[in-house]
């Protein structure tokens, strides 16, 4: 997404008076009118952009958002990163858990889209302010009927936990003073996206209101590792159980599970445990797998008798290769 400079689109200061930002939009906003440069698509764009600099740079609280974010912007710049790696989200109302959704209302960036026969405002604007100006008297006219548009979906991330996501969960938003208690599905991934039908931005021209969508991110887990529906993990197995055989007990996000070793069992042998990973999240009755790798682990403060047998084990073994 592109930064818009304000200031610069308007030729005034950052510390500019709301008289300086008007004068300046005035003298702009009659050199650049359509009804001044009729069929001259530049000038309509720099028109667009001066009204839109100039809703954002009279509406105090507007003007103190977009500052805030210019000083993070400027010093992203200043690092010499990826301008495109810039975090925009959060310039967004809200954060996980218990958030907020903020949606402006106003019918400026309707009467863009009337004008122009197109969206309002830059995406830039409507990523952070939401896309909807103040209403109020305008330097313009038009009798064009509004069509029909759909107001925009916005985007929310959230994280979970492994347990979350393979029981399901749910999270509470506030959104216009509203609470919305949204249900998370068993088996999301990361990067799936839960929909909330109504709660975007509110259509125009009649036009549908846009969706809510929870992003999912599911944090790292201490135990297992995740790949699609399977599980990873690593089960310690004693040296005594590894060679003679028995059992060992394997967790699992249902609560530990027991897991017959054969003799002679090397480190690093994988066992399949179907039916024990994460649940599908179109079909969540199916369940992917777990896959467990033995981990040999030795034992330690040897008694000297102890040592003696593994010593003697030695010697046996030795002559049995001879």
Known sequence: MEYKDYYKILG???????????????????????????????????????????????????????????????????????????????????????????????????????????GGFSDFFEAIFGGTGRQGPQTWTGTRQARPRRGRDYEQPIEITLEEAFNGTARVLEKDGRRLEVKIPPGVKTGSKVRIAGEGAPGSGGGATGDLYLKVTVLPHKIFQRKGDDLYCEVPVDLYTAILGGETNVPTLKGAVSLKIPPETQGGRTFRLKG?????????????????????????????????????LAQMRGKGKS
């Open 12 to 118: 005034v200061d950052r510390n500019a008076s709301e008289k300086e930002i008007k004068r300046a939009y005035r003298r702009l906003a009659r050199k650049y009118h359509p009804d001044v440069n009729p069929g001259d698509k530049e000038a309509e764009e720099r028109f667009k952009e001066i009204n839109e600099a100039h809703e954002v740079l009279t509406d105090p609280e507007k003007r103190r958002k977009y500052d805030q974010l210019g000083a993070s912007w400027q010093q992203w710049q200043r690092t010499g990163r990826d301008p495109s790696g810039f975090d925009w989200s959060q310039w967004f109302a809200g954060a996980p858990g218990g958030s907020r959704v903020h949606v402006e209302y106003g019918d400026l960036g309707d009467l863009f889209g009337d004008m122009f026969g197109g």
């Open 276 to 312: 024990q990973g994460m649940p599908r999240l179109r079909d969540p009755n199916k369940r992917g797998d777990l896959y467990a790798k033995v981990k040999v682990v030795l034992p330690k403060n040897l008694s000297a008798k102890e040592k003696a047998l593994f010593r003697e």
